[in-house]
Structure formats: C-alpha cells, structure tokens
C-alpha cells in the first residue's frame, strides 16, 4: 500500500497549480534583474547627461571663445592693412594656438591663407564661419572677441582710422603733453594714466569712477584735444563726403565736430518751446579728438528724421574714406583638423573621474545584489547538497528546511518526501531480510532436527518420516517459489501468456482446488455468478494463483461455520461507485456480462474475523502478518498477497481491500475486462 500511495503522491506532482510568477523564484530573480538593469542605465544615463551637457556647454563656449578670438586677431589685421599680403604668418600662428583649421579666401573663395598645407587640406565646406570686413563687423563675434567691448550699433571696426591715424612726431609731442598732464594730476593727488589709441593719439585716464575731479586743478587737458593738421584734413574730408551724400537726398548740408558730432551746441531759446537738442553723437572711433563745439551754424529744420539721414551720410562716408585704408571682405573658415566644420569635444579628467566613479559605483550596486540574491538561492541548495552527500555516505537521513513556496522550496518538499520514503523502504529491506532468513530457518531448523535425530538412532525413517521431509522440502520449495515470482515481478520480467479466460470458469476451477481445504476448516466455499460470465484476456495461471491465494488466506482466517464467496461482475464506466455493478445485476450483486469491455471486478469475500484500521494499508506488504507471533498455524509466509498484487499490477489492474473487524474482509481484483463475454 506504500508503494500504491507512492505513486498516487507521483500522479498528484504534476497535477498542482504552478506558482504565480511573482512568488515563484524565476520571478524574484527577474524582478532582481530588472530592478539592477534599471538603475544601471538610470544612472549611467544621469551621469551620461549631466557629464556630456557640461562638456558640451563647456567645449562650446571654448570653441565660441576661441573662434571670437581668431576672428578679431584677423578683423584686426584687416583694418590696419589695406591688403591680405603677410596675413599666412597670422593664420598658422591662430591654427597652432587653437587647434583649429583656419583658412581665408575672397569672397569668390579664391584662397588667401589657409593652416592645413598639402594632403592634409581637404575641401572647404559651403558655409562659411564668418565675413571679415572692418566695415561690416559682426557684432556678436567682435563683442566677444574684445573681452564684451563691442561696437554697439556701429559696424565699423574702431581700429579701422584710416586718414585719422597719426604720424609718428605728432603721436610723440602729444605723448609728451599727455605724460606731463599725467605728472600734473599725480601731483595733485589724482591718480591717472596715460592710454594711447589706435590712431595713435595719447589721452588721459583718470582712475577712479569721478572723472570730473581734474576740472578743479590747473592741469588743462583741453591740449590734447587740440586738432592736429593731419586729423584737420581727414575730418574736413569726411564732411565733404557727408554733405555730398545729404545734398543727393535733398537736404542740407552738415557741420562734423572733431568727435564726429553734429548740430547746433549753443542754441537760442525761443519762449515757450523746448530747448534745442543736444550735439547729436554719431559712431566715431574711440580716440576720435573732442574738441569744443564749432559755433552755432543755424539749422532750418532739426527732426528725428534728419537725425537718422545725417547718420547714414556719417556712416556710408566713414566707409567710402576708410575703403582704402583696410582690407577687403574676406570669408572665414574655422574647422577641426580632420576637415569637419562641427568641433568635437573630449572629456575632462574630472569628467572621465565622474563617469568612471559612477560605474563603478553602479558594478558594485550590481555585484552586491546579485550575490545577496544568489546567496539566499544558494543557501537551500547547499543543504540539499549536503543532506544527499550524508545521504550517500550511508547516514541517518535527515529533512531540509523548507524556505517558502517557490520553486526551491517545492524542491525541498520534494527531497523530504524522498528520504522519508528511502528511509521507509531501508526499513523494509531490513525487515524483509530478517523475514526472509526466518521463514527459510524454519524448514531448514526442521529438516535438519529430522535428519540429526535419525541420524543419531532417535527417530525411524519410516515413511512418516519421509511424509514430514517433504513437506518441509515443499515448504521451503513454496517460499523460494514465491520470492523468484516477486522478484520478476520487481524487475519487470514477469512473463505473461494472456488468453481469452471465462472468468465464471476460472472461479469454479479455483473452489474446486480449495474445496477440501475448506470442508476441513469446517468453511462454506461457494462461487455467486451468473451464465454467461464477464470475460477478459489474461494469463489463465497467473491468475488462478491470485485468487487462489486470496482464497487460501480467506479460508485460513475464516472460523468454522464461516462463509467465503466468490463473485465476478463488471462494472459499469459510468458507475458511481467503486464496486458498482452493472446495470443488470442481481441483488445479490452478482453481473452479467457487458458488452464491450469494462472493468472487471473479481472479489473474495469472508466472515472472518477481519482486519483492525490500523493494519489494513499493510496487508498487501512483504512478509506482513497480522498474527505477530508468526505462527504456521495462523499464518503462511506472508508473501500471499504481495505477490496477488504484483500479479494483478501485471495485467495493467488493482488490488484493494476493505474489512470490518470482527465481521469479515473483501478482497477485490479490478481487472481491464476485453471483447464481448463468451457463451455458457
């Protein structure tokens, strides 16, 4: 009956409902890996971000910094020099400095000057990085380029001073006029400097943020505003080109202060009109000389509209006298040395620091919980491990704790139920030997005490005595019999010849053999069935010897004047019962043979004194009696129904049995019944 609830247990096993996957282990180890793959790119993705927008926005301003800085060296080289001739030394030295490609070429891109030389000169992109014209300045760039110094609304570069710049005696007499203004205001406890600008014209800079301070001493710095006659002739130039330029619109002309201003600084009031406007300033070069205002010259018409036409004469004749002292436009290339116009970036040794950190902080994030979580994965594994390796080694078998409901814990459950099952069956192996060697001495034990004793001159071998031999020889022929049938049955080798078998017949040829038996126990045998009988296809022999041996152990257990029955019938598919008849069965629960197939139902009933509750799943073990004295009185060898068992096991069918003590015992074999029933 172990054996039978063994694998009962092993037909449940893959009947129970798999784990949900969020408490099964697969689920906690993906949960575990999602979660750490997660924060890995999280934070790889942060650090990524951040590290990458600072570098951007760093390598950005860097390159914006360094081509503002390129492109006013050049702006500057312009509006000094009325050509490009010599710029290729100012090219190559900008390309050193900043690692860049820088190239110049007209604006038909007729090539000026370029940094890369030889192979290493690829072909120029379509869009240039910028325009160098004095001229036309590009606001941003040059605002940059001088430090946030720019030009405001003028795009006329302030070094471009073209007629304006100074000779060289007058740039030294005005230096020394200036150095003794300085010396003057030194001594009068301002502080001051002498800054010289690009025409050459030196001026006084008082520190300090109150420049009014040196009108109060007697130091006159109204001599260096003074004019001279070069600076004279430029300025009436200049007017000439303004007024030229008024007269063509339609309008008068202008009178140009020295700082390049306009309009009347003296005007008279009229009553009950604003007063007139102050000198209207126009974009001038920075060490333009600011002499006192020209006196009034009458204006027939001050407006806003007269103001912009007279700074657009200004401009568009600063432009037509400078032409010929500056350069020519020309178009500015600024690239990487590989011939890309977008610069690249490389990280900073901070940046690299940041990143490599935060790798490593997330590797060791990673590492820690995969080892925290194949730890706890582990830990059952290895007592498993170590309780199969005892078990190996021959020890005690002991159980594994038993962590959860997952798959790990199942696997424990599992191995319990093994080793309390091996553990069972080392029980019985042991106690089958111990039986075995017992029900062999016995027949051996009186044998030999028979043989001894006619050997010794107590006992005659007369044919009593040879009656008493054989029937321990067959004993002893019966037990080995019996343990060659299991042991075929164990190994599969049990050979079977099935045939068709008149299950009716084969019941009556069974009480036929059994029949003397039971008159002498003073037991009723009788067979219950019905013509025509169920049939099945079976081995004839094999199961002879089944029932006979439910039949010998009823009989035996059966006190005299007890009844044991016999009956077969088939029971229906749709049954609801274990041992429910057919739908034409007697009362007495005898069968009729039912077409095609069913289950047959062979049962031997007693009216012993049947079998306690706690002795019935054992009755179908090895060498199990439920007389523990053992004795040959009141039992056999106690193979009897294990080998009923295997036997019907063989023919693909059951034994079961029921009892209530003290009324008698059933014993049923549950056949697979084959083909229609035969005849009488």
């Known amino acids: 009956m172990d054996r039978a609830r063994g694998r009962g247990a092993r037909r449940e096993g893959p009947d129970r409902a798999r784990l949900p996957l969020r408490r099964s282990l697969l689920g906690r180890l993906l949960a575990v890996s999602a979660l750490v793959a997660a924060c890995s790119v999280a934070a790889t993705a942060w650090i990524a971000v951040q590290t990458t927008s600072g570098a951007i926005r760093q390598e950005q301003g860097q390159n914006l910094t360094a081509d503002a800085r ?3 060296t050049l702006l500057e080289y312009a509006a000094r020099n009325p050509t490009w001739d010599g710029v290729g030394a100012t090219v190559r030295k900008l390309a050193r400095e900043s690692g860049r490609r820088v190239a110049l070429t007209t604006q038909g891109r007729q090539p000026l000057a370029d940094s890369a030389t030889g192979e290493t000169a690829r072909a120029l992109p379509p869009q240039a990085s910028a325009v160098v014209d004095p001229l036309s300045v590009d606001t941003v760039l040059a605002a940059r380029g001088a430090d946030g110094q720019g030009t405001g609304a003028d795009r006329i570069d302030p070094r471009a001073v073209g007629p304006f710049r100074l000779s060289s005696a007058d740039s030294r007499a005005l230096r020394r006029t200036a150095d003794d203004k300085v010396a003057c205001l030194n001594r009068a406890g301002i502080a001051s400097d002498v800054v010289v600008g690009a025409s050459g014209r030196p001026r006084v800079q008082i520190v300090g943020n109150d420049p009014e301070r040196a009108l109060g001493t007697r130091c006159d710095l109204a001599a260096l505003d003074a004019p001279t006659r070069s600076e004279r ?17 339609g309008r008068e002309g202008v009178r140009l202060n020295n700082d390049l201003s306009w309009g009347d600084p003296a005007p008279v009031a009229v009553p009950g009109e604003p007063e007139a406007l102050a000198p209207r300033p126009v974009p001038a070069p920075r060490d333009a000389p600011a002499e006192r205002a020209a006196p009034s010259v009458e204006m027939p018409e001050m407006t806003g509209e007269r103001d912009r036409a007279i700074a657009s004469c200004v401009g568009t004749a600063r432009s037509e006298q400078l032409s010929s002292y500056v350069a020519s436009p020309a178009l500015l290339f600024i690239g990487d040395e590989g011939g890309a116009t977008l610069p690249g970036f490389d990280l900073s040794p901070a940046n690299t620091a940041r990143i490599a950190g935060a790798a490593a902080l997330v590797l060791a994030l990673t590492v820690g919980a995969s080892v925290f979580a194949g730890a706890r994965l582990v830990r059952p594994l290895h007592a498993l491990t170590g309780a199969a390796q005892r078990m190996r080694d021959g020890e005690q078998p002991a159980s594994v704790p038993v962590s959860g409901d997952d798959e790990v814990g199942r696997l424990a459950a599992a191995f319990n139920d093994m080793s309390a099952h091996r553990a069972r069956l080392e029980e019985q192996r042991k106690a089958m030997v111990s039986d075995v060697a017992h029900e062999l001495r016995t027949p051996l034990s009186n044998i030999r005490g028979w043989l001894e004793a006619a050997q010794d001159g107590l006992a005659d071998p007369d044919p009593a005595f040879v009656s008493s031999l054989l029937e321990e020889a067959v004993l002893l022929q019966h037990i080995i019999d019996d343990l060659q049938d299991l042991a075929a049955a164990d190994a599969g080798a049990l050979r079977l010849h099935p045939e068709p078998v008149e299950v009716r017949e084969l019941l009556g040829q069974v009480a036929a053999a059994h029949q003397a038996r039971a008159e002498n126990a003073g037991v009723t045998l009788t067979v219950t069935t019905t013509a025509p009988g169920p049939a099945l296809s079976a081995d004839p022999v094999r199961l002879r010897q089944a029932v006979g041996n439910l039949v010998s152990n009823a009989v035996r257990h059966t006190p005299e004047g007890g009844r044991v029955t016999l009956r077969a019938y088939v029971a229906g598919r749709d049954a609801s019962g274990p041992y429910a008849p057919g739908p034409n069965a007697s009362e007495e629960g005898c069968g009729t043979a039912v077409t095609g197939g069913g ?15 706690d002795d019935l799943p054992h009755v179908f073990d090895r060498f199990w009696r439920a007389e523990k004295s053992r004795s040959r009185r009141t039992g056999g060898s106690g193979l009897g129904l294990a080998i009923v068992r295997k036997l019907v096991e063989a023919h693909g069918g059951t034994a079961e049995a029921t009892s209530t003590e003290g009324e008698g015992s059933t014993f049923a074999l549950r056949l697979p019944g084959e083909g229609p029933p035969s005849g009488p």
């Open 233 to 249: 002739k430029a300025l009436d130039a200049l007017t000439e080109l303004a007024d030229a330029c008024l007269k063509r619109q």
């Open 70 to 72: 390129i492109y006013d």
């Open 599 to 613: 289950t047959v139902v062979i049962e031997v009933t007693d009216t012993g004194s049947g079998i306690p509750a």
